[in-house]
């Protein structure tokens, strides 16, 4: 997955570990989980200045799915969050999925109307690129369950490279030692043999 845009492996291995216990928090788990993160995170990333942004602009939206502040916003537009989430849950339908269309519903696909729901501009932003590049996500996600050997392939080319390395300076230093033994030799012999 960091192959597959902005957010590269370097971003994962620094953010990961602060989002995927949340992401966990909300029923993910194995490598499923871990491709929708990553494809949410790409997906963010396409509308943030940075993947530091587009980690916090994640982070907002999956620590506050559940929060007071946002099930309120939602009542106020007569639904009821936390029920509907947790009977997504109970079925085992995907929570993001669920609370994404309800946000849709919420405020009838209009984009303007996302601060009506979320006061915190960070999750407005997440929000917003989840909404409208969410065909992107879910084909980026599928995508990620179908690469086949990609990282081994990675780590056969650095480590061939390496052992070519490895194999020329193994034939340079026993080039060398042959030459300085045939060097030392004309001069030693003749000592050795006085």
Same mark, same amino acid.
């Given at each position: ?18 989002? +995927?216990?949340? %992401?966990?928090? #909300?029923? /993910?788990?194995? *490598?499923? $989980? ?6 949410? !995170?790409? =997906? ?51 929570? +993001?999925?669920? %609370?994404?269309? #309800?946000? /849709?519903?919420? *405020?009838? $696909? ?6 009506? !729901?979320? =006061? ?75």
């Amino acid at each position: 997955s960091g192959k597959a845009g902005q957010f590269e492996t370097n971003d994962m291995s620094q953010y990961l570990p602060s989002l +995927l216990p949340a %992401f966990a928090a #909300l029923g /993910y788990e194995g *490598t499923k $989980g871990l491709q929708k993160l990553a494809a949410m !995170l790409q =997906t963010v990333r396409k509308q943030a200045g940075s993947s530091s942004e587009a980690a916090t602009y994640l982070s907002n939206v999956l620590n506050k799915v559940y929060s007071a502040d946002t099930a309120n916003k939602f009542k106020k537009m007569g639904i009821n969050l936390p029920r509907e989430l947790d009977k997504a849950r109970r079925k085992g339908e995907d929570v +993001l999925d669920v %609370f994404l269309d #309800l946000a /849709y519903q919420a *405020t009838n $696909g209009d984009l303007a109307k996302l601060p009506l !729901l979320f =006061t915190d501009s960070e999750m407005q932003k997440g929000m917003r690129a989840l909404l409208m590049l969410r065909g992107e996500t879910d084909a980026l996600a599928n995508s990620l369950g179908n690469v086949k050997g990609t990282a081994m392939q990675d780590f056969a080319r650095v480590t061939g490279d390496a052992q070519g390395a490895i194999e020329r300076l193994e034939t340079a230093w026993d080039k060398l030692k042959t030459k300085l033994g045939q060097n030392v030799s004309r001069a030693a012999v003749p000592l050795l043999d006085s």
